[in-house]
C-alpha cells in the first residue's frame, strides 16, 4: 500500500527528490540545495520549472534512473565550460543559475578509481565477501570494537566501511560520514590529501603501473600524450610537451647522478612523472 501511495502520479514529490539527488551527483549542488529537507525550513528550488519537468519526465519513463542520467549529460548545461565571464561574476558569483559548468571535485571514490584505473590495476568483478575472521574467533567487546581495513582492487564502493569509524582512504577526501545520513558531501582542501597523493603506497604503485604502459610507445613525445590522454582525457598541448621534456632530462640527470643504473632510470622517471599529473588540479576536478 505505501509502495503504491509514494509512487502515484498524483504525488509529485518522490520524483522531484528522486531527480533533484541525480542532478546533485552530476552538478555538486541540487537545484534545491537542501537535497534532505523539501519542506518549509529547507530552500526554495532554483530552477523550479525545470525540477518539476525533470520529476514529470522521470515518472512518464518508468523512473528510469539510466535515462535521467542520460539526459542530464547529454544536455547543454552539462557540457558548459567552467569558465566564467565577468558579466556572470557580477550578476550571478554563486553561480546558481548554471551559467557555466561548477567546477568541483572528485569524490573520494572516483578519485581512488581512476588511479586504480590508469594503473591498470582496477579489478572490475563484483565485490563479494570481505575476509572477516570466523564467528568463533570474535572477541569484540565496547572497548574492543571491530576495526578492520581489507585491502582491495575492486571498485571503491565495495570498500568495507564500519558504522564506527570512516575508512582511512574515504576520511582524507571527504567521504561520507558512515553514522549519520549525508545529504551531500563537504569538499575539503588539506595537506593530507596532498601528502597522500605524494607518498601513499597505492599512488606510487598505479604511478608505476602508468609508466609501464607509456613506456610501450617508442618515441617520447607520444608517452607524453598518451599520458595526457589517459589522466586528462585530452590531447597535451605545445608547452607541456616542452615542460614535460625539460622535466623528464633534469630527472634523468638527477638519477645519473645519484647512481641510479641505466636500467631502471626510464621507469623511474616516467613513474616520477606520472606522480606529477596525479598531484594536478586538473586530475581530481570536473571542469
Known sequence: VYKRQILDRNNPLPARVMVNRIWLHHFGRGLVATPNDF??????PTHPELL???ASRFIREGWS?????RLIMLSHTYRLSGEKSSEMSLHD?????LGAFPRRRLDAEAIRDSLLFLGGSLDETPGGAHPFPAQEEWKFTQHNPFKAVYESNKRSIYL???RIQRHPYLAIFD??????STAFRSASTTPLQALYLLNDSLVHEQ???LAVRLLKEKKEDSRLQLAYSLVFSRPADRDEIVQGRSFLNALRAGFQESGVTDD?????????????????NEFVYLD
Open 39 to 44: 519542506g518549509k525550513q529547507g530552500k526554495p
Open 52 to 54: 518539476d519537468w525533470l
Open 65 to 69: 534512473v539510466k535515462k535521467m542520467h
Open 93 to 97: 558569483p554563486n553561480n546558481e543559475l
Open 160 to 162: 568495507m566501511t564500519q
Open 175 to 180: 567521504g561520507a560520514d558512515p553514522s549519520v
Open 207 to 209: 604511478a608505476r603501473g
Open 264 to 280: 631502471k632510470i626510464e621507469m623511474d622517471v616516467w613513474q616520477a612523472f606520472a606522480r606529477v599529473l596525479f598531484r594536478l
